[in-house]
Every structure is written in structure tokens, then in C-alpha cells.
């Protein structure tokens, strides 16, 4: 298994290319199943997760293949973009998603609502749980049943059928999951009538999807806001629509600026996606300005400490604890970190400790207080944002830190160490 080594100290600078969103372009992927005709994404990722999902997709008859990322003009055909892809479903051929595919990557679960709303059925291993909790889907089962699913679990698969079609209906969420809020969306877009979910995720990756789901003829109100009005469609149609910036890599980046007291650029960011890690970029110390290409992130001094407390969109995202956390070890003063999400969300915590962190978990809080220096260390990977901490981490701790377990990272970030490289980062991957 490959390995990363960091040799720190080295203050980062220059730009970096931000790409599709992961957990944009996975929903957006399943949104293929909802029609017989191309869903052409462009400005795709290229991450394990994507590949994952796409031999899931496979296996219940999508065809994925190169795509242009522009359509051909006068009818020549342009050249594939390597992040361009074609989704196409002329029929489905399997309606069960195994337990050994969605095992690997939870997401797997939204192929659930498309199945059932365009097949009838769906049978549909559930998720189990992961390092960071145990991850139910008890919202997303509640909400097709609302919307007219019979739902059952059996041998661990959940088994859902609606043989007469899905039927709209008000679905109130118990809880603002991002996942529930896409699964439904797809799933109302083509049941018979009108569905209001309440309560929505307001993640921009689940109003990318809203927006795509509108290009491909779905008819949806409220995008953006927690309460999405969807009248149901008898079927949906092709489209081409590029996938929103990944605001985790870049607020991952803006964090490799603050930490190294460097100066990035963060080229085809969206800044608004951002704004409560922005402004806590400011607290600690950290300079952000708008660039017409995105924004740029400058540090020249040591960050102050500042609380945090993960929330839902718009607030302080779960997926940049760890990566927060890790500028909070090195910063000056106390933080309290409070993980509201997930409930084990601290799994970066014993490797950032041997690090030389000062950090003390109680609970669903962390207590970090700042230390002048971080000592590089064999550190071990566990879980996809973890990984991304330790990285942070190692960019700045003393001599040398060796990460193993990176195919946590390959999972969503696209080779992040060539990007720390080229912003001056002593980083390379290493076999085994
Ligand atoms: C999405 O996961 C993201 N993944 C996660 O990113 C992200 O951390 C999470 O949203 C929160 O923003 C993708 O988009 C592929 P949730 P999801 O449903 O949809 C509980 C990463 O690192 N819950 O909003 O699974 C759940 O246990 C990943 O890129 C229920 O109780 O998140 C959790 O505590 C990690 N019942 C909370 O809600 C349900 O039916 C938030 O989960 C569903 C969720």
C-alpha cells in the first residue's frame, strides 16, 4: 500500500487548480438512472470514489463512456475531455446493488430512490456503518415512504418497491441529512404529483444536483433553501452540466496556506461555498481576497486559536474539522472543537498526538491547546478527512512524517501530493 512522506517546514505559495466536487459528482452520477437518455458531466474529478460509483452504476446497466465537454457544433465530433463523462441508462438491468459494492462507499445508497421511482423496485444492501459513526439511512427509508415505497429490511438489504410508481407527498426530514435530501429529490422528480421536503440539506452539492435534475427536465423550487418543492415528471431527459468546485479541497488548501504561513491562490474555488471556514480563516489571522479566478489565501504570521463547532450548511462543515483541527495544534492559545455531525469524528486525534498535539477529547469536544512546534512521525490513515489532517500536520512538524493507509485520501483528493509539491511542499508518494 502506498505511503506519503512529508518532510516539514517548508512555507507553501503559488496556485492550485480546485476540481469537481466529490460529493457533487456522486449524486450526480446516479441522477443517470432517472432517464434513457446521456447525462453528459463535465469537469469531473478523477478520484477512487468516482470509479467506485461508476462500477456500481455499471452493474444496474449504466453506460459510462468518454464524453466532449463541449457539443459538437456543426455535428463534428470534438474531442473527449478527460474530465468529461457520459452517463446513459437505455434500460435498467439489475435493480439490486450488492452488499460487497455499497459496503466500500456509502453514497452507494442513493442509487435507492432513482431505482425505485423509474424500475418499481430496488433492492439495496444497506450502508453499514464507517469509522466516523454508524451512518443510519433511517431518513431516507422514512421519506420514500412517504412517498408511496413499501419498504422492508431482510438479510441486511433494504427492500423497496412501488410496482404503481412513486406518489408525491410532504416529506418533514427529522434531520437536514445531505444524503436523504438527494435520495428524495431524485426519487420526487419522477413520482406522480407534487412532494415537499422539508427540513432539506442546503449543501451546495445537493442545489447542484437540484440544478442538473432541472436541466434534465425535473421541475424544482426552493433550491438553496431547506424547503424544496418537486412536481413530478413522467420521465426525465438527457443533459450536460458541469459539476460544482469541490469547496472541501479548496477549504483544505486555504488551511495548507494559513498553516505554512504560505500565500495560495485557489484557482476555480467559489468563495461563497465557503464562507464560515473564510471567516475563520480571518479569526485565526490568515489574509482572503477575491481573485477573478477564485481567491487566494496569504498568511504572514502564527494563527491565534478560535473555537469551532461543525454544523450544517451554511455553517462550519464537518468535513473540515480534522483539517481545522490541525491548525489549531500548531496555533497560539486553546481551541474547543465541538463535532456536532458525526459522532466519532476524532479519529485524526491519536495521530496528531503523537505528532506532539496537546489535545484532549471529551465526548463529541476537543480541547486543543497550541504548541510551538509539531514532530514529524509514522502516522496512519483511518479515515478520508483524517488523512487530509495529517498531511496538514506534516507540512509543518519538525523532520520527517510517513502517513500509511493513503488510499483513504486517493478516496477524495486527486494527487494531493503533486499539488503540495508544486506549491514547494517536501511531499512525494512512496510504495511500500
Ligand atoms: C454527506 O454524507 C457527505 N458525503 C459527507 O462527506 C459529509 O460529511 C456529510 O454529507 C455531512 O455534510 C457525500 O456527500 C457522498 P448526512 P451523508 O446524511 O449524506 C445522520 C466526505 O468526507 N443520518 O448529512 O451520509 C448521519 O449518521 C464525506 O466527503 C441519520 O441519522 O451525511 C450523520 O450523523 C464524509 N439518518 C448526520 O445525519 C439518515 O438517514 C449527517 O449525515 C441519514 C443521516
Known sequence: MDRIRISGGRRLAGEVTIRGAKNAALPLMVAALLTEEPLILTNMPHLADIDTLAALLESHGVVVAPAASEPDSAGAATEPDERALSFTVPEITNTTAEY???RKMRASV??????????????????GGCAIGSRPVDIHLDG?????????????????????????????????SVGATENL????????GQSVIQNAAREPEVSDLARCLVSMG?????IGTSELTITGQPRLKGARHAVVADRIEAGTYAIAAAITGGDIELVG???????????????????????????????????????????TYPGFPTDLQAQAMALMTVAEGASVISETIFENRFMHVPELIRMGADITVRGGTAMVRGVERLRGAPVMATDLRASSSLVLAGLVAD???????VYHIDRGYERIEEKLAALGADIERVGT
Open 144 to 176: 420514500l415512504a412517504r412517498l408511496g415505497a413499501e419498504i422492508e429490511l431482510r438479510d441486511g438489504y433494504i427492500e423497496a418497491s412501488a410496482p404503481n410508481g412513486l406518489t408525491g407527498g410532504t416529506v418533514p426530514l427529522a434531520f437536514p
Open 100 to 102: 460487497d459494492l455499497v
Open 110 to 127: 442513493l442509487v435507492l430512490g432513482p431505482l425505485v421511482a423509474r424500475e418499481g423496485r430496488a433492492r439495496v444492501s444497506l450502508p
Open 218 to 222: 425535473a421541475d424544482i423550487e426552493g
Open 269 to 311: 474555488a467559489v468563495a461563497e461555498h465557503l464562507e464560515a471556514p473564510l471567516q475563520l480563516l480571518e479569526q485565526v489571522g490568515a489574509t482572503v481576497s477575491q481573485t477573478d479566478r477564485g481567491f487566494r489565501i496569504s498568511a504572514d504570521q502564527r494563527a491565534h486559536a478560535v473555537d469551532i463547532a461543525t454544523s
Open 185 to 192: 429529490l431524485m426519487a420526487a422528480s419522477l413520482a406522480d
Open 399 to 405: 523532520g520527517e512524517t510517513m502517513i500509511s493507509r
